[in-house]
C-alpha cells in the first residue's frame, strides 16, 4: 500500500463531480456539500436523497451515464460506481485532466483516498488507514466521537493488517458485507488476539463471523 501525503482541501465554489447515485454517492457528496464544493452528479438513477437535493438547487445532476468529457474543469471526481470498466475509464480522463479523483473501493485507481472525518466545532479530525481497512477508519471515527480517549481509540489500530486481510479474502471469495456487518464484528475480543500476536487466529474467527454474516444477508 502506498503512504499518502495527507491535506486539506479548499474546495469552496470548485467544480466537484460525483458518477454515481446510489448510497455510497450520496456520503460521499454531502462532504462535499458541507464543504462548499459545487457538486454535479452523473448517474441514470439517483436516491430520493440526492434527487431532493438537486430539486432544491443543493447540486446539479446529470440523469444518465458516465461519458468523456464530464470532468473537464473539474477539481475533484469521486467514481462511485460498480463497473469497473467505467471506473478505469473515468480514472484515465482523471489523469488526463489533472483532476484528483477517489474511485470507491478500488484504490489502485485513486489519486487521493477518502479518510473517515470526525468534527466537533472548528476542529476536524481525518482519518485514513492507507486504504487497507475503511471499516477500522470508521472504528476509529466513532471511537473518538463517542468520548473514548484517543489511546483507547488508537488501539483499534493494531487490528489493520488482519481486517486488510480479511477484506483482500473476502473480495476474492466474492462475499459481500455491508458496512454495518463490519463494524460488528470489530471488537475487544479480536483486537486482544491480534494484540497477544496470534494474527492467524484473529483472521479465522473475523472471517467467520464476517461470512457467516454474508450468508445470513
Same mark, same amino acid.
Given at each position: ?47 430520493? +436523497?440526492?434527487? +431532493? ?42 489523469? $488526463? ?20 472525518? +470526525? ?16 471499516? $477500522? ?37 466474492? +462475499? ?13 475480543? $479480536? ?15 473475523? $472471517? ?10
Amino acid at each position: 500500500m502506498p503512504t499518502y501525503y495527507p491535506v486539506f482541501l479548499d474546495i469552496r465554489g470548485r467544480k466537484s463531480v460525483v458518477i454515481g447515485g446510489g448510497e455510497v454517492a450520496e456520503r460521499k457528496l454531502r462532504l462535499l456539500l458541507e464543504c462548499g464544493a459545487r457538486v454535479t452528479v452523473v448517474s441514470p438513477e439517483a436516491t430520493p +436523497a440526492v434527487q +431532493a437535493r438537486a430539486q432544491a438547487g443543493e447540486l446539479r445532476w446529470e440523469a444518465r451515464s458516465y461519458r468523456p468529457g464530464d470532468l473537464q474543469g473539474a477539481a475533484i471526481a469521486i467514481a462511485a460506481t460498480d463497473d469497473p470498466k467505467v471506473n478505469r475509464a473515468i480514472a484515465q480522463e482523471a489523469a $488526463l485532466e489533472r483532476v484528483l479523483l477517489n474511485v470507491v473501493d478500488q484504490t489502485a485507481l485513486c489519486t487521493f483516498i477518502a479518510p473517515a472525518v +470526525a468534527r466537533r466545532g472548528p476542529v476536524t479530525l481525518a482519518i485514513s488507514t492507507g486504504g487497507a481497512s475503511p471499516a $477500522l477508519a470508521r472504528k476509529l471515527r466513532e471511537s473518538f466521537e463517542g468520548g473514548c480517549a484517543s489511546g483507547c481509540a488508537l488501539a483499534y489500530a493494531d487490528l489493520a493488517d488482519v481486517l486488510s486481510d480479511a477484506r483482500a479474502e473476502l473480495k476474492r471469495r466474492k +462475499a459481500n458485507v455491508n458496512a454495518e456487518r463490519w463494524q460488528e464484528c470489530i471488537d475487544e475480543p $479480536l483486537l486482544s488476539l491480534a494484540q497477544r500476536g496470534q494474527r492467524q487466529e484473529a483472521l479465522d474467527l473475523l $472471517l467467520s463471523r464476517l461470512l457467516a454474516l454474508a450468508e445470513a444477508g
